[in-house]
């Protein structure tokens, strides 16, 4: 069952990513004072009077559009239009009713959709602004005063979002959904990639580096599971964060790593493994997501037989602490080999979710130290009296042993590759804490 869906439309810098923000309770729209600093869609869970439901924030519609990227957020907005059970129209009291706004409107009555009028920045409490009256001529029934910056408003346009709900149903809890991050560096094809999962213009494709300035959502469903794709704004290096906004971008590519259960990690084909997708690989490395690293624009190489191992070694010793995640080369424009990532998803993510009974783990653990000695220093040696795992997603193992100082980090590589060996866990990270007996044997 899907939740009912809420789209905020109206013309670019009336504040709809400050309702938005205010609606959701969280800071998750780029709100700046730049027209046009929300370019894509973006999705946020509210709930009012007990039922959930989704709202989107769209870019600013500009009817009569020219350039590039105001013509593909008109677009955008469109296609939240069509997916939305309720449009909240938004105008601004300070410019008062443009052309443009007319121009919205009519554009919305041909959609026949409930739509909900709201007019914002009317920040003064106890007091109506008479330049509210001038709104209904636009047909659509009487706007509802607003203020984002204060919240001002907001209750009675909920509610009034609220009567145009579909009825009720049972929702179920998706709990077998797979969140994915797919990050990198602008420009090589995260949109393009997840345009091509869902065959609609989801996300702004342009090869102007750096269109999706937002973490975005997209839920895909097929024969091998449930996914939430996000889409992330391309990372550059530090030194080119001096736009405030890029600043942002680089956070909320942050948190969608955080949010997420497995990473793509997209590599541009034509420039192989760059100081910067070492820097991506690492943010998901170091929060421990499980990870595939995808290889994309593999359709513009000129190949022979040898091109395929040759990228793959290259990245094996460029991406060295990743050696764990499995390697994929696609092409987004074409379509190769896309199909063969869902498999590639569900698989690296069980691998993260894997448990392993403690039994198991301490008959590796007596075969790895018969094999290799445990470390002395000395004459003191190591003793590991067993392992247990405390955690999933990654798996975590906890060793026990009489001194933690023993435990040098080659043989804690060693025992690593020993569970990898046996139990694959491919495709995730694996953590080990060293945990000391407070009975010193010697």
């Excluded at 994915?180 to 602008?186: D, F, L, N």
């Excluded at 973490?215 to 889409?231: C, H, P, Q, R, W």
């Excluded at 997209?266 to 490395?285: C, F, L, P, R, S």
Aim: charged share 25%; glycine share 8%.
């Amino acid at each position: 069952m899907s939740k009912p869906l809420v789209a905020i439309v109206g013309r670019p810098n009336v504040g709809k990513s400050m309702l938005f923000n205010k609606l959701v309770g969280r800071r998750l729209s780029i709100v700046e004072d730049t027209p046009g600093v929300t370019r894509d869609r973006l999705y946020a869970e509210c709930e009012w009077r007990g039922r959930t439901f989704d709202i989107v924030d769209t870019g600013g519609i500009e009817p009569g559009t020219t350039t590039e990227i105001l013509t593909f957020m008109r677009k955008q907005a469109e296609i939240a239009i069509s997916h939305a059970n309720v449009i909240v129209f938004l105008c601004d009291i300070k410019t008062g009713l443009t052309a443009s706004d007319q121009d919205v409107a009519n554009m919305l009555l041909k959609a026949r959709k409930p739509v909900v009028l709201a007019v914002n920045k009317m920040d003064q409490v106890g007091m109506t602004n008479p330049d509210i009256y001038e709104f209904y001529n636009l047909g659509l029934g009487d706007p509802i005063a607003v203020s984002a910056v204060h919240g001002h408003g907001t209750g009675d346009l909920l509610d009034a979002c609220f009567e145009h709900f579909p009825p009720e149903e049972e929702e179920e809890e998706e709990t077998d959904l797979i969140k994915v991050a797919v990050i990198g560096k602008p420009n090589v094809g995260k949109s393009s990639l997840i345009n091509k999962i869902l065959g609609e213009e989801r996300v702004i494709v342009s090869n102007m580096a750096g269109t999706t300035r937002d973490a975005v959502d997209s839920y895909f469903e097929n024969e091998t599971g449930k996914f939430l794709f996000i889409d992330t704004a391309g990372m550059r290096k530090k030194s080119k964060v001096n736009d405030q906004i890029e600043k942002f971008s680089v956070l909320r590519a942050a948190m969608a790593i955080e949010r997420a259960d497995v990473c793509l990690i997209m590599i541009d084909a034509n420039e192989g493994v760059t100081e910067q997708d070492t820097k991506v690989a690492g943010m998901a490395h170091e929060a421990g997501k499980a990870c595939i690293i995808v290889v994309n624009k593999w359709d513009a190489v000129e190949k022979d037989d040898k091109t395929m191992d040759k990228m793959r070694e290259n990245i094996r010793r460029d991406l060295a602490y990743m050696s764990y995640a499995p390697i994929v080369f696609i092409s987004a424009l074409t379509g190769q080999r896309v199909p063969r990532l869902f498999q590639l998803i569900k698989y690296v993510d069980d691998q993260a979710a894997m448990r392993i009974t403690t039994g198991m783990l301490n008959s590796l653990l007596a075969d790895a130290t018969a094999r290799v000695q445990p470390p002395s220093d000395k004459g003191r040696r190591l003793k590991i009296y067993y392992m247990t795992q405390a955690g999933t997603r990654p798996p975590h193992f906890v060793c026990f042993c009489n001194d933690a100082k023993l435990f040098h980090f080659s043989y804690q590589r060693y025992l690593e590759n020993q569970i990898r060996n046996t139990f694959g866990l491919e495709g995730t990270p694996i953590r080990l804490t060293i945990r000391q007996k407070g009975d010193k044997e010697g």
